[in-house]
């Protein structure tokens, strides 16, 4: 089975601190994807990766950054925390998935971790 | 543009009562569709998918069609459990995309009494 594991599942920081959020993935997926979920507004993607050392913003991306130095590992990072990033982060994973059109049936879905909920005080 | 449109929650069902989450969407070319549930403090799992018109995923007593025509993926169960209770998100990712492209509805919270 494909395992997602993210480093913290519950974290409480103070406004101005940088935090950092893990991702390690076992499946050797070329892509890594960081969301926030919040009520009422969904899904919504910060930045995802397919490649080492390549990033993209998403929808999402002031006041996050991300690091992919290594295939299985995805950090998102908060350089100076702030009450409007108190969330629910999920990181997620896949193959490259191109439509139902991939080789071998992948059809790109995503593997979600458990997620990690961060409380800025 | 390509959009997911689900049927607004929360929704309260009786056990063993028949359940249905409406799903319609918007896309380019042909996209392959998704249901993904979340159980209270987890993250999302893909409950099924199909890839083209007229596919029905199924898994653990759910089912989806996909209705090109209707441009629907409408996610449906016989009988329900209290263990069905969650989240569930409709999604889909655009014909010849990559999974990058993903694109997720607002979630349908399901509540179920015993």
């Known amino acids: 089975d494909v395992k997602v594991t993210q480093s913290s599942r519950y974290l409480v920081k103070r406004t101005g601190e940088k935090v950092f959020l893990e991702c390690v993935q076992d499946?050797?997926?070329?892509?890594m994807f960081w969301y926030r979920q919040d009520p009422g507004l969904g899904l919504r993607l910060i930045y995802f990766?397919?490649?080492?050392?390549?990033?993209e913003k998403g929808d999402i991306p002031e006041g996050y950054s991300v690091s992919r130095e290594k295939k299985e590992r995805f950090s998102l990072i908060l350089e100076s925390a702030s009450t409007n990033q108190t969330s629910m982060y999920l990181c997620?994973?896949?193959?490259?998935?191109?439509?139902?059109?991939?080789?071998?049936?992948?059809?790109?879905?995503?593997?979600f971790g458990e997620g990690s909920r961060l409380t800025v005080l | 543009g390509n959009s997911v449109t689900q049927m607004e929650g929360p929704v309260t069902l009786s056990e063993e009562a028949f359940l249905t989450i409406n799903c319609t969407y918007t896309a380019t070319g042909y996209p392959s569709l998704f249901w993904y549930v979340q159980y209270p403090g987890e993250g999302l799992q893909l409950l099924l998918k199909a890839t083209k018109a007229d596919d029905k995923g199924s898994n653990k007593g759910f089912e989806a069609t996909y209705r090109k025509e209707t441009t629907s993926f409408h996610l449906e169960k016989g009988s329900v459990q209290v263990s069905d209770s969650a989240v569930y998100f409709c999604a889909l990712i655009p014909g010849y995309s990559s999974a990058s492209k993903i694109i997720f509805g607002s979630g349908t919270r399901l509540s179920i009494r015993p």
């Open positions: 990766s397919y490649d080492v050392k390549m990033k």
């Open positions: 997620a994973s896949s193959f490259p998935g191109i439509g139902s059109r991939v080789t071998g049936g992948n059809t790109g879905e995503l593997f």
């Open positions: 499946m050797d997926h070329e892509n």
